[in-house]
């Protein structure tokens, strides 16, 4: 299994809802990353995990809550969010953090959220 | 603070012919990696290449190599015999540290019939 799978693809929310996205991947990597990316934009690194502890939190709002419960789940916990999170949000991981620097990452397919 | 530039927002290239993608980067750091990858509509980032900067060789996949200036800081990619499935946005980036990579702004690429 080479594959980041992300769900849901698409999710709409209101401003008061509590949401989660879920990222699984089972190639063993440890470390596992979120990102937010906006339309034509570069995706912009949100948190890192790390042999599951949190290692970088980019300074993201606290309405955006990560977890990782095992070393292949990966989630974010979503409330109380306004529209200008509306976003794709793109999970990745690696074999391990130290090792990023020569395989890269591999990327799910996003989650397109939109926030009403 | 190393930065990853991407002069051209789009691009187009007729199918089969040859088109190149330019990016440049500023850092102090003399040994790090340096990456393209694709993001077609599907939406998933792909890794198409990598290049490691102590490597004076450039890197090739297939359709797809490299041009890695390491004194100019440029790493342009090249894309030979272009296909309908190569349109995307490609993005460079670029890693020292180990914790992230630092993407360009990217380039829309069209490929023409």
């Known amino acids: 299994d080479t594959e980041v799978t992300q769900t849901p693809k698409h999710l709409v929310m209101g401003m008061t809802n509590k949401k989660s996205l879920k990222c699984e991947q089972h190639?063993?990597?440890?470390?596992m990353y979120w990102y937010k990316q906006k339309a034509k934009k570069p995706p912009e690194l949100m948190f890192v995990y790390s042999y599951e502890k949190l290692s970088i939190n980019e300074s993201v709002p606290s309405r955006f809550s990560p977890e990782c419960p095992n070393s292949s789940l990966l989630n974010l916990h979503l409330h109380a969010l306004q529209p200008e999170d509306s976003a794709l949000y793109l999970c990745a991981s690696s074999p391990k953090e130290a090792e990023t620097r020569y395989y890269g990452y591999t990327f799910g397919s996003g989650t397109r959220l939109t926030v009403v | 603070a190393q930065t990853v530039t991407q002069s051209q927002p789009e691009m187009s290239v007729q199918e089969a012919e040859t088109v190149t993608l330019s990016c440049t980067y500023d850092t102090s750091e003399s040994d790090y990696y340096l990456f393209w990858y694709k993001q077609p509509p599907s939406r998933q980032m792909i890794l198409v290449i990598r290049?490691?900067?102590?490597?004076?060789q450039n890197a090739t996949e297939n359709r797809f190599s490299v041009n890695f200036q390491k004194a100019a800081k440029s790493f342009s990619l090249k894309i030979s015999d272009s296909q309908l499935g190569d349109a995307a946005m490609y993005f460079c980036?670029?890693?020292?540290?180990?914790?992230?990579?630092?993407f360009g702004t990217g380039t829309r690429l069209q490929v023409f019939p």
């Open positions: 190639m063993g990597h440890r470390a």
């Open positions: 290049q490691e900067a102590y490597k004076q």
């Open positions: 980036a670029y890693n020292f540290n180990t914790d992230k990579l630092i």
